[in-house]
């Protein structure tokens, strides 16, 4: 009996074992497909550096004329690099938590499709990096470190945001978004990036005048023109005080040569 006890523990044991070591899908903190960050969507990933930790948007715009309010997508690009010198890392998705600080309810997790390549990081005999190019095993031709675009914020969360509105903080007030990166290298393994924390700041709402707005100024002549000190009207452009000493004066002028 006690045999048969220890044999069974071996046995358990040896299985665990080979599940362990059989999976290679283990990737504690992206040691080997990694996240670098977020690349601001203008500039349409011409380069894979990351240069964006987050954005401002404001909270939703409003059509004054209309009463139409919509918000829309928030798109960024995500920065991903691969570290297996032997296989290339198909991405197929991107998952996105979402947490408001002080908020009653807090949106949905999304996950957008990704589909693009991570192609092999090329070691040299010595050891060295080489430059990335097409994996012979496969004729894939990207590098090993790449940029694609998605929504880190789609407009479904936002259209919840706008209809939960009072579950949230007044703007403004920051969103975390929480991401990581699901792909398939050419071995079939799965691996999980890290997660890379992007922030949303959303500013006050953004109202559309239809219609076209100006103001009418007035003018002060014509209403406002006075006499001259001596009698004679006159306008604020100063032809009022001209005109009222000239009259004044040859009043004067005649009523002196009647005396003599």
């Given amino acids: 009996m006690r045999l048969l006890r220890i044999s069974g523990a071996l046995l358990l044991l040896s299985f665990a074992a080979v599940s362990g070591c059989g999976g290679g899908t283990n990737n504690d903190q992206g040691l080997a497909l990694t996240l670098l960050g977020y690349r601001a969507d203008s500039d349409n990933c011409s380069e894979a550096v990351p240069n964006q930790t987050g954005t401002t948007e404001p909270f939703s715009t409003t059509d ?6 919509f918000a829309g997508g928030i798109v960024a690009g995500l920065v991903v690099e691969n570290n297996l010198s ?75 945001m706008l209809l939960n509105r009072q579950s949230l903080p007044e703007p403004p007030f920051t969103m975390e978004v929480r991401g990581f ?18 922030l949303v700041q959303f500013t006050p709402d953004i109202i559309i005048n239809g219609g076209t707005s100006g103001s009418t100024g007035g003018t002060d002549g014509g209403t406002d023109g006075g006499t001259g000190d001596d009698g004679g009207a006159g306008t604020d452009d100063g032809t009022g005080d001209t005109g009222g000493d000239s009259t004044g004066s040859e009043g004067a002028g005649t009523d002196d040569s009647a005396d003599l």
Avoid: M
């Fill in 86 to 160: 032997h296989q290339h890392v198909i991405l197929q998705n991107a998952f996105f938590e979402y947490y408001v600080p002080g908020a009653t309810a807090q949106p949905p997790a999304t996950s957008s499709p990704l589909g693009f390549v991570v192609g092999k990081k090329p070691i040299s005999e010595g050891g060295e990096e080489e430059e990335g190019g097409t994996d012979p095993g496969s004729g894939v031709t990207s590098e090993p470190i790449v940029c694609g675009e998605t929504f880190v914020v789609p407009a479904e969360v936002r259209t919840w």
């Fill in 64 to 69: 004054e004329s209309s009463g139409a309010t």
């Fill in 181 to 198: 990166v699901t792909g398939i290298t050419s071995a079939g393994d799965r691996f999980d990036t890290n997660e890379v924390n992007y």
